[in-house]
């Protein structure tokens, strides 16, 4: 980004210039707009909107955090300086309704669906690229079905089968109730993304690495995973976020260690009458993960979902 | 049910004739294989329901619903027959197409090690998505509680109890309107005139008619349903596809630090739809909410309340979903923008193509693919997700306002008791699904390509 906006920083020459030169990097609208009438048009009134545009997007988390350090007297009359009862609200969210608790279940929750989707990925992904077999199209429709089909067009039966099992009880040496983790492991997304990814590497690479006898096993750890950091990224980044939003499936499961969006409902209506401060206070943490997530594994996101090309 | 199977396996027949002479094979065996499906597509899908729907003692809305089920089965099998009868004899059909495995890169000498690798894939999705999918539809023909013990067949009741067909003037309307279309098309066309514009009109006719008509199906009680999740998704992906484009553009610009302003207009995609929902549950407050109180301090009108005004509360809701949707949109039309043509433009602009044109003509069309994909999966997110909105927002109210198919069925299952019910809401999602699903890839679909 840095080498591309140093490049493209506007010079005299730009507008000098009579004929677009077609190998610059120009892919983006902004210069047939610009250059309408070969001359720049000032930026600042998109700078101008942009900032409108982001401050009314970031506007309700901000007022979110000023309502979590306010108590409801302050928020009666509508004060709009940070109050001082942050203190106490954290002490409603954190202490008394136990919000730690459910994040942390979310979190293993998370991790856990994100992995283990993106290791039957890359298996899938493997065996639909690298092998010949019969029937292949039939498992790739197979699979390919599924995205018209969401978990949450069966979701009464699955919930019917998954608690007939007892999955809502906690799971063996101590992981969360395999009901919230092992019906997700499966990704269509994902094995597509994987097997569109692999399609555009070089063949030459899987027939060096069979001269050399390779096992395909050690083909995926040892060359498919190293090349595949951005894609992966991604889809860690999706099905993480995936994971911490789960809201229908642990209502309806109510398993033993329930998720952060299901807990958050505890500060909802809490004693009597709502107390705002605790609810914002709960809802900006439990934003605070997938934020996270997103903006550490944003380059790697963008670039895996062939997003951001001119970085 | 006779005379019924006796016109399907005719009708399959003829179809089959024709498109075995078509793909250049024998005609006599293309009426067989059509026969033979004709016959078989609607037994499959009669009779796990008994064929009940043909009983004496059934209603009219029954009867309708078993011809209905009838004609999907028969149009589906003789449907996949003639589809593989032209995949097979197109020379290159879609199997060389598509297939990507590489040549001379592929591994030799494991014959069952695919199956293994796909395994965990396969087995999770049979037994999580697959399983429970066949189930839902069990469900959904018996009467199941979580308290009784047994489970009656009820045949298509939990279906019907919703159904209550009545002549509305909104569905006869334009049913009407796309007859005359039609009528002039057919016309136009013998006299040789192409008229686009008229067959613009028509295809949103159609997807009009079809609408209409699916709401006037359904009885009064859960055509308010109906209508809320068209209103929410309609709300919800028009607004977000518009603004996520309109940003889009706007951030595309050659300015500084367009790398965090991207960031900063991106996140709200990590938010959660119920996070979404409590946000703007205080927010649009009546008694405390900053926004009424803005808007009080602004203007001399009192802030209405979101809690017992219908359309606001569905605005409210479709606000919250297009605040927490945008972001995808917006990174998705800025991966489409940068594969904008740059040279069509500049051929477009010395032509003397102003830049709404440029904009209209060549970015719009260029931008089609991710167009579809946005449509879809803001719809997916409209159907599934606003209902964790929902529940915070405004727990489906005022007076179910906000109560969509998602909301209802949930509801049926959790405070009824009632699983055949919501599973039988459930088969309804599903083919609201299927139907968006086909008409986006009627209408753009077949101009996107995937991959490179």
Redo the contacts between chains.
């Keep these: ?1 840095g080498v591309e ?1 140093s490049i ?1 920083r ?1 010079s005299k020459h730009d507008e000098l210039r009579t004929s ?1 030169t ?1 190998t610059t990097v ?9 250059r ?1 009438r070969g001359l720049r048009r000032p ?1 600042w009134p ?2 101008l ?2 900032v409108v ?2 401050a009314v ?2 506007g ?2 901000l ?2 955090v000023l ?1 979590s350090t306010q108590s ?1 007297n302050d ?2 009359s ?1 004060a709009l300086l940070p109050g001082d009862r942050l203190d106490d609200n954290w002490d409603v969210v954190w202490n008394e309704r136990q919000l730690g608790r459910f994040m942390l279940t979310s979190t293993v929750v998370s991790v856990i669906i994100a992995f283990g989707k993106v ?3 890359l ?2 992904g ?8 019969p029937g ?2 039939v ?1 790739f429709g ?2 390919l079905v ?1 995205l ?14 998954v608690s007939d099992l007892g999955w809502q009880e906690a799971g063996p040496w101590g992981l969360p109730p395999l009901g919230l983790t ?7 997304t994902g ?1 597509f993304l994987f ?2 990814h692999f ?2 590497l070089p ?5 060096a690495a ?1 001269i050399d006898g390779v096992t ?1 096993f050690q ?1 995926l750890f040892k060359i498919l995973v190293p090349l595949s950091w951005n894609a992966i990224g991604a889809l860690l980044v999706i099905q993480f ?1 995936y994971g ?2 789960m ?2 499936w642990p209502l ?1 499961l109510q398993p033993d260690d329930q998720l952060v ?1 299901v807990g ?2 505890g500060l ?1 209506n809490a004693d009597q009458g709502q107390a ?1 401060g605790p ?2 206070l ?2 900006l943490l ?2 605070i993960p ?2 996270l ?3 550490v594994l ?1 380059k790697p996101f ?1 670039r895996g ?7 | 049910m006779y005379p019924l199977l006796a016109a399907a396996v005719l009708a399959g027949a003829l179809v089959g004739r024709r498109a075995w002479l078509r793909a250049g094979l024998r005609g006599v065996t293309g009426m067989v294989v059509g026969a033979l499906a004709g016959f078989v597509g609607p037994l499959a899908v009669m009779n796990p329901i008994r064929s009940c729907t043909f009983d004496d003692e059934r209603g009219g809305v029954d009867r309708a619903l078993g011809i209905l089920l009838f004609a999907g089965g028969a149009a589906l099998a003789v449907g996949l027959a003639v589809w593989i009868v032209n995949a097979v004899a197109r020379p290159a059909g879609p ?1 060389a197409a ?11 000498g ?2 069952f ?3 293994g ?2 395994a ?3 087995v ?2 049979v ?7 066949v ?2 539809f069990r ?1 959904s023909t018996h009467e199941v509680r979580t308290t009784a013990p047994r489970q009656p067949f009820v045949c298509l009741d939990k279906y019907t109890r919703l159904m209550e067909p009545t002549i509305e003037w909104w569905a006869i309307g334009p049913a009407a309107l796309l007859a005359v279309v039609l009528v002039a098309n057919v016309v136009l066309a013998r006299r040789g005139a192409v008229a686009p514009s008229l067959r613009k009109i028509r295809d949103l006719l159609v997807v009009l008619v079809v609408v209409a008509w699916a709401t006037a199906v359904f009885g009064a009680r859960y055509r308010g349903v109906f209508t809320t999740t068209l209103v929410l998704t309609t709300g919800t992906v028009v607004l977000s596809l518009a603004l996520g484009l309109a ?1 889009a ?8 630090g367009r ?1 965090v ?5 991106i ?9 979404a929902g ?6 649009f ?1 009546p ?2 909410g ?1 926004i009424g ?1 803005v808007w009080e301090t602004l203007t001399p009108f009192e802030m209405p309340n979101y809690r017992t005004e219908k359309w606001l509360a569905r605005f409210v809701v479709i606000l919250a979903s297009v ?1 927490k949707t ?2 995808f949109s917006i ?2 039309y ?2 489409g ?4 043509p ?2 069509t ?2 051929a477009a ?1 010395i032509d003397g193509a102003g ?1 709404l044109q ?1 904009f209209r003509h060549i ?1 719009i069309p260029a931008l089609a693919p991710i167009t579809f994909f946005l449509i879809i999966s803001n719809v ?1 997110y409209a ?3 606003v ?2 909105t929902t ?2 927002l405004t727990t489906g109210g005022p007076s179910g306002a906000t109560t969509d198919v ?1 909301f209802a ?2 509801q049926a ?2 405070e009824q008791g009632n ?1 055949g019910d ?2 039988a809401q ?1 088969v309804i ?2 083919a609201m ?2 139907a968006v ?1 086909g008409w986006q890839f009627r209408s753009t679909g077949r101009r996107v390509t995937y ?2």
């Design positions: 980004m906006e493209r506007p677009p077609p120009e892919s983006s609208p902004a210069r047939w707009r610009g309408s930026t998109t700078h909107m942009l545009v982001v997007l970031v309700p988390v007022y979110a309502v409801n928020l009666f509508f290791v039957t990925s298996l899938a493997l065996a639909f690229v690298y092998f010949r077999f292949k199209w498992v197979f699979v599924t018209l089909m969401p978990t949450e067009i069966s979701i009464l039966a699955l919930f019917r089968q092992v019906p997700f492991f499966a990704s269509a094995a097997r569109q399609a555009n063949a030459d690479l899987s027939e069979q395909p083909f976020i911490w939003n809201y229908l309806l969006q958050l409902g909802r705002y609810l914002m709960g809802a439990a934003s997938p934020i997530v997103f903006l944003q963008m979902m062939a997003i951001g090309r001119d970085k | 199997r598509r297939d990507i495995t590489f040549e001379r890169g592929s591994f030799r494991h014959r090690f695919p199956f690798l796909l965990p894939t396969l999770i999705l037994l999580f998505l697959y399983r429970p999918m189930e839902t469900l940003i553009t706007l951030v595309s610009q050659k300015i500084r790398g302003y991207r960031t900063l207009l996140w709200p995609y990590a938010i959660s739809p119920p996070i409590i946000l703007f549950y205080v927010m407050d008694l405390v900053i109180n605040w945008i972001g990174l998705f800025v991966a923008l940068q594969n904008v740059t040279d433009l500049e602009q830049p440029r970015v997916t159907f599934f997700e209902f964790a529940t915070y998602m069925l949930v299952a959790t699983f919501g599973a459930s999602l599903f699904v299927l699903t991959g490179r």
